[in-house]
C-alpha cells in the first residue's frame, strides 16, 4: 500500500492517567508503543510523519510541539499537526493504537468527501484512525477558543464520510482499539504472543 497527498500524525501528547506512565514510551513486546504505530505509518504511504508531543530520546521522528495556549486534548494535538502538515489532508492516529490495519487506511482514504473520512464500529464514530482537511484549521482554532475540546463536537461540524461497513476490511475492529489501562497491555501482549 503507498497511498500519497497526505501526511501521518501520531498523537503522543496525551497524560496517560489511566496508564500512570507516558503511554508512547511504555513496551509492548520489545517495542515502545510509538515504535509500533511509526512502523505501521511508513507502511501506509503518505508524503511526511509528525509525532505530535515532546520528543523522546532515541525515536527518529519528526516531532511538533503541541500550541502552549490550549490546555491538552487531541484537538489542540491535531491542530499543531494540521499547522505543521505542508499537505491538504492528514491521517490521524493514537501513539496507543499498535493494531491499526493498512485495509481500514486505504477505504478511509478512498471513502473521504470534503470534510474527511472516519469509521463507524461499536455504535459509535471512531475519530482514530481518521483523516482531516487542512481546510478544518479554522474550524478547530474557533473551538478551542471557546475551550470546546471534544472531538464529538468537530466531527459533527467537518461532517466527515462515514465508513459503515469497515468489518469488510477488520471484522474484529483491532484498528479502533487504544491502550489506556494495564489490563488493555496485557491484553495487547497475549495478543502479540499469538
Not at 497524560?15 to 510509538?34: F, H, N, P, Q, Y
Not at 490521524?92 to 491499526?100: E, L, Q
Not at 479554522?138 to 465508513?163: C, G, K, T
Request: a positive charge; aromatic letters at 8%.
Amino acid at each position: 500500500m503507498s497511498l500519497r497527498g497526505f501526511d501521518v500524525l501520531i498523537l503522543a501528547g496525551g497524560k496517560s492517567r489511566r496508564m500512570g506512565a507516558d503511554k508512547a514510551g511504555i513496551v509492548l513486546g520489545g517495542k515502545t508503543l510509538l515504535e509500533h504505530v511509526l512502523d505501521k505509518a511508513a507502511g501506509w504511504g503518505g508524503n511526511r510523519i509528525l509525532v505530535a508531543g515532546p520528543p523522546r530520546e532515541g525515536v527518529a521522528a519528526e516531532f511538533i510541539p503541541d500550541s502552549p495556549q490550549y490546555k491538552p486534548s487531541s484537538l489542540r494535538g491535531l491542530y499543531g499537526g494540521l499547522l505543521a502538515s505542508s499537505s491538504s489532508w492528514i491521517l490521524v492516529a493514537g501513539c496507543d493504537m499498535p493494531f491499526i490495519k493498512g485495509e481500514v487506511i486505504s477505504r478511509l482514504w478512498d471513502l473521504k468527501n470534503s470534510g474527511g473520512a472516519v469509521a463507524w464500529w461499536h455504535h459509535r464514530l471512531q475519530p482514530f484512525p481518521g483523516f482531516y482537511p487542512r481546510g478544518g484549521l479554522p474550524l478547530i482554532a474557533s473551538l478551542l477558543a471557546e475551550n470546546r475540546f471534544h472531538l464529538a463536537a468537530l466531527l459533527d461540524r467537518l461532517q466527515p464520510a462515514v465508513d459503515r461497513d469497515i468489518a469488510l476490511a477488520d471484522p474484529e475492529g483491532i484498528s479502533f482499539f487504544n491502550i489506556n489501562t494495564p489490563e488493555e497491555l496485557a491484553w495487547a501482549e497475549a495478543r502479540l504472543g499469538r
